[in-house]
């Protein structure tokens, strides 16, 4: 489309800002050019009628005929409103959302023209409430959902960014926060969680928000496959790793919603019903084994979700904290069940091999590198000031499958490290697991020079002539 043949009110005020009486394109380019920087975009806006005239342009280039020029336009929006208030104000003045939405509904097959359009309404939306409420309004659920659905790189990272801002920056977040969970939302967020191939930064901002600070987490997940089948999907393990990131980054901040952590042990529970422990993967996650990783990263969760309270904080969580609910759900039977399934770490397999008076030993292998310590992680930060942890420990037989754990493994680095962590745990204020651990040791079942480490050793009782652990102050 040539000059002339755009009406005069739209065309006049651009071609004098270009100071140019040539093609539309070069006025275009001029204006591209020009809005580039802070202070030529602040020259622009001193002119009243550039933005409203673009608008107007935009509209009188209907797609796709001249799809070129259309796009060329949307570069100068966008640059008109990138940080200039008085353009992000003209935009929402003379109905620019309307304009836009109009514009993306006829070109949503056109990924270049919907990511221009995207970029115009990203660089609005982060300069306040009503501007962020206007592009809310137009483009909830329906036209974020068909954006969505391309699924191209190209047009996923300011969808992000246009969904974060808008919950972040809104007044009636809690509105906004409700919409992007229900049913609509979740399908707009489970197509960005697909498109996605890396921990993209507004995506694990939305995450956050969603899954960690709110309760969305089981949702979203469902809304990736039919897990209930026990089938899981390279984008079930993606969301959980982004999951187990962002809980082990805000460990101090915030908790892991009940929910989500109850959720969480239903994954590892049913990873672990379908998974044969018959073979397992030498590499650490991800493995890329749909199951081991829903696995090992619902391990993390729990653990991270288990961990970061303090005693204060414990005193005071009358309603029962996520190791309360963890626990009734029958935590603690599932991981000892789980180490039990395994063959002996690395270096208890070694002194086995060279007794001439033990049988071999027999177990599975581990499912990823990590694995035994993960399991173990999680019962040391469960056994923290817990007597009902530290006594059903040792009421299902488990204190000394613990104290085997206190040692280096070759498959699970840093297992001494949080076995000793665990064993600590499981001793402290607790004279019945001290006892039976005395006794063990007494008894030559258990060699456990570890124990001097965490400040304990064997005494015999001078009363009772019985084995007793004691702070080692020598």
Same mark, same amino acid.
Not at 191 to 206: A, G, I, N, P, Q
Not at 376 to 384: E, R, S
């Given at each position: =489309?040539?000059?002339?043949?755009?009406?005069?009110?739209?065309?006049?005020?651009?071609?004098?800002?270009?100071?140019?009486?040539?093609?539309?394109?070069?006025?275009?380019?001029?204006?591209?050019?020009?809005?580039?920087?802070?202070?030529? @975009?602040?020259?622009?806006?001193?002119?009243?009628?550039?933005?409203?005239?673009?608008?107007?342009?935009?509209?009188?280039?209907?797609?796709?005929?001249?799809?070129?020029?259309?796009?060329?336009?949307?570069?100068?929006?966008?640059?008109?409103?990138?940080?200039?208030?008085?353009?992000?104000?003209?935009?929402?003045?003379?109905?620019?959302?309307?304009?836009?939405?109009?514009?993306?509904?006829?070109?949503?097959?056109?990924?270049?023209?919907?990511?221009?359009?995207?970029?115009?309404?990203?660089?609005?939306?982060?300069?306040?409430?009503?501007?962020?409420?206007?592009?809310?309004?137009?483009?909830?659920?329906?036209?974020?959902?068909?954006?969505?659905?391309?699924?191209?790189?190209?047009?996923?990272?300011?969808?992000?960014?246009?969904?974060?801002?808008?919950?972040?920056?809104?007044?009636?977040?809690?509105?906004?926060?409700?919409?992007?969970?229900?049913?609509?939302?979740?399908?707009?967020?489970?197509?960005?969680?697909?498109?996605?191939?890396?921990?993209?930064?507004?995506?694990?901002?939305?995450?956050? @928000?969603?899954?960690?600070?709110?309760?969305?987490?089981?949702?979203?997940?469902?809304?990736?496959?039919?897990?209930?089948?026990?089938?899981?999907?390279?984008?079930?393990?993606?969301?959980?790793?982004?999951?187990?990131?962002?809980?082990?980054?805000r460990l101090k901040e915030v908790s892991i919603p009940k929910d989500t952590a109850?959720?969480?042990?239903?994954?590892?529970?049913?990873?672990?019903?379908?998974?044969?422990?018959?073979?397992?993967?030498?590499?650490?996650?991800?493995?890329?084994?749909?199951?081991?990783?829903? =696995?090992?990263?619902?391990?993390?969760?729990?653990?991270?979700?288990?961990?970061?309270?303090?005693?204060?904080?414990?005193?005071?969580?009358?309603?029962?904290?996520?190791?309360?609910?963890?626990?009734?759900?029958?935590?603690?039977?599932?991981?000892?069940?789980?180490?039990?399934?395994?063959?002996?770490?690395?270096?208890?397999?070694?002194?086995?091999?060279?007794?001439?008076?033990?049988?071999?030993?027999?177990?599975?292998?581990?499912?990823?590198?990590?694995?035994?310590?993960?399991?173990?992680?999680?019962?040391?930060?469960?056994?923290?000031?817990?007597?009902?942890?530290?006594?059903?420990?040792?009421?299902?037989?488990?204190?000394?499958? =613990?104290?085997?754990?206190?040692?280096?493994?070759?498959?699970?680095?840093?297992?001494?490290?949080?076995?000793?962590?665990?064993?600590?745990?499981?001793?402290?204020?607790?004279?019945?697991?001290?006892?039976?651990?005395?006794?063990?040791? =007494?008894?030559?079942?258990?060699?456990?020079?570890?124990?001097?480490?965490?400040?304990?050793?064997?005494?015999?009782?001078?009363?009772?002539?019985?084995?007793?652990?004691?702070?080692?102050?020598?």
């Open positions: =489309m040539e000059a002339c043949c755009i009406p005069e009110q739209v065309i006049q005020p651009l071609l004098l800002a270009s100071d140019s009486s040539h093609s539309l394109e070069e006025c275009l380019q001029f204006l591209i050019e020009a809005s580039k920087t802070d202070s030529g @975009r602040s020259d622009l806006a001193s002119k009243a009628d550039i933005l409203p005239s673009i608008l107007a342009l935009l509209q009188l280039l209907p797609y796709p005929s001249p799809r070129h020029h259309l796009n060329l336009s949307l570069k100068v929006l966008r640059n008109l409103c990138a940080g200039e208030t008085r353009n992000q104000e003209a935009f929402v003045d003379h109905n620019g959302s309307v304009v836009i939405s109009e514009l993306l509904d006829s070109a949503i097959g056109d990924v270049e023209t919907v990511r221009f359009g995207l970029q115009v309404l990203a660089n609005v939306v982060v300069m306040g409430e009503n501007r962020q409420r206007d592009v809310w309004l137009r483009f909830f659920p329906e036209r974020f959902l068909a954006i969505s659905q391309l699924r191209r790189r190209e047009t996923f990272d300011p969808l992000c960014m246009i969904l974060y801002v808008c919950l972040d920056g809104s007044r009636s977040s809690s509105e906004i926060t409700s919409q992007l969970c229900s049913d609509d939302g979740l399908n707009i967020i489970a197509e960005t969680v697909r498109t996605s191939s890396s921990e993209d930064y507004w995506l694990k901002l939305l995450v956050s @928000r969603l899954c960690v600070e709110g309760d969305c987490f089981p949702g979203l997940f469902s809304k990736l496959g039919h897990h209930k089948d026990s089938t899981f999907t390279s984008e079930h393990t993606f969301l959980l790793s982004m999951l187990s990131d962002i809980a082990n980054e109850h959720f969480v042990l239903g994954l590892l529970s049913q990873s672990v019903e379908v998974f044969d422990f018959v073979s397992g993967e030498k590499a650490e996650l991800p493995t890329g084994s749909a199951v081991i990783d829903v =696995m090992g990263y619902s391990l993390v969760v729990i653990r991270d979700a288990c961990a970061g309270r303090s005693i204060q904080q414990l005193k005071n969580d009358s309603g029962g904290g996520n190791v309360d609910l963890l626990l009734s759900s029958g935590l603690i039977e599932l991981l000892l069940g789980l180490l039990r399934k395994l063959e002996p770490p690395t270096t208890i397999k070694k002194a086995l091999k060279q007794s001439p008076t033990s049988s071999s030993s027999s177990g599975n292998p581990c499912p990823y590198r990590g694995f035994r310590r993960d399991i173990v992680a999680v019962i040391g930060n469960c056994a923290y000031r817990r007597k009902e942890v530290q006594d059903e420990i040792r009421e299902r037989d488990g204190l000394f499958l =613990m104290l085997q754990q206190c040692v280096t493994d070759d498959e699970n680095p840093f297992l001494r490290e949080w076995g000793l962590w665990c064993v600590r745990n499981l001793l402290e204020g607790n004279e019945e697991n001290q006892k039976v651990v005395a006794e063990l040791e =007494m008894q030559g079942s258990v060699d456990v020079p570890q124990l001097r480490e965490i400040g304990l050793r064997v005494e015999i009782d001078p009363l009772t002539y019985r084995p007793k652990l004691v702070n080692d102050t020598t």
